[in-house]
Nanobody, 125 residues
Framework: QVQLVESGGGLVQAGAVLRLSCAAS????????MAWFRQAPGKEREFVSA????????YYTDSVKGRFTLSRDNAKNAVYLQMNSLKPEDTAVYYC??????????????????WGQGTQVTVAA
């Protein structure tokens, strides 16, 4: 089992910066994907960013490229989502997720068995 705990959400103005953190505990891992998804009211959960744990390769959805940066701390089994130039459309609950498999698409939330509780990000216009 892997437990995930997110932190760092909040209410900010458009153009502001936030940094989300996700700390993993439980079973140790050296491979797999750790990812961020978000879900706005009335919408489906959507992929934001992912990192392949063994290589450090990162992936982003088009709408956040150039604004969000995903990084990790191997020693702490943690990832950080640096969100710059936030927009009102970034408003959502952000979830951290993890999977051991690397053989299915990293952007499909159905492929992730481990989830955090979510953290609210609200960007006011």
């Amino acid at each position: 089992q892997v437990q995930l705990v997110e932190s760092g959400g909040g209410l900010v103005q458009a153009g502001a910066v936030l940094r989300l953190s996700c700390a993993a505990s439980g079973r140790t891992f050296s491979s797999g994907y750790m990812a961020w998804f978000r879900q706005a009211p009335g919408k489906e959960r959507e992929f934001v960013s992912a990192i392949r744990w063994s290589t450090g390769s990162t992936y982003y959805t088009d709408s956040v490229k150039g604004r969000f940066t995903l990084s990790r701390d191997n020693a702490k089994n943690a990832v950080y989502l640096q969100m710059n130039s936030l927009k009102p459309e970034d408003t959502a609950v952000y979830y951290c997720a993890f999977r051991f498999s690397v053989f299915t698409s990293y952007y499909n939330p159905s492929n992730y068995p481990y989830w955090g509780q979510g953290t609210q990000v609200t960007v006011a216009a």
